[in-house]
């Protein structure tokens, strides 16, 4: 029988209540054609500071603050990109044609991800121990970007670019 913390049956329970209130946008037809996902981002924070959506010229992008986790199931999408912890234990970023661009290959091993205050990006087993990091550790003005161009950057605050899935497109 597989353990469970309160903490993360509330986030799963959390999880499936954003889930149900945005159906329309989870539930979509078979596509014939490439298309864009629709902002949606359903995350844990704590505390609880909700990822942004930034809109601008050069881009749209998820900005996701320390400190945000993704358990089974949740995910962060915006354009050409949509970033989801899988059932398997996968952290997968898929395109606007729903194929895998990247992932930490932790099917089997990891069980959710988080940005840390530190501002490294971590996917945990179920015992919380890392099973893939970003080694972007110790920096406290980084933060998470899920991209409308079909990537994921850890940025220093002013844009710099600290690590990214490399998947622009």
């Known amino acids: ?7 993360r049956l509330l986030a799963v329970i959390m999880s499936l209540a954003m889930t149900a209130l945005v159906a329309g946008q989870a539930t979509a037809a078979p596509r014939v054609a490439a298309a864009l996902y629709p902002p949606s981002c359903n995350l844990v ?3 609880p500071i909700p990822p942004s959506l930034i809109l601008n010229p050069t881009g749209d992008l998820y900005r996701i603050s320390r400190n945000s986790a993704f358990f089974p199931g949740q995910s962060c ?3 050409k990109s949509s970033l989801r912890m ?3 234990g996968n952290f997968v970023l898929y395109d606007e044609n729903n194929r895998a661009r ?3 290959n932790t099917q089997g091993r990891g069980d959710w ?15 919380g121990q890392p099973v893939w990091v970003s080694n ?9 970007a899920v991209q409308a161009d079909g990537n994921v950057v850890i940025y220093q ?3 710099i670019a600290r690590w990214s899935t490399g998947t622009r497109h």
């Open 1 to 7: 029988m597989k353990r469970i913390s309160i903490r």
């Open 45 to 47: 924070t704590d505390p």
């Open 77 to 79: 999408s915006v354009g």
């Open 86 to 88: 899988q059932t398997d």
């Open 102 to 104: 990247w992932a930490t």
């Open 113 to 127: 991800a988080r940005f840390g205050a530190d501002g490294n990006l971590i996917v945990y087993d179920i015992n």
């Open 136 to 144: 972007t550790c110790c920096h406290s003005d980084y933060f998470l």
């Open 157 to 159: 605050n002013g844009y």
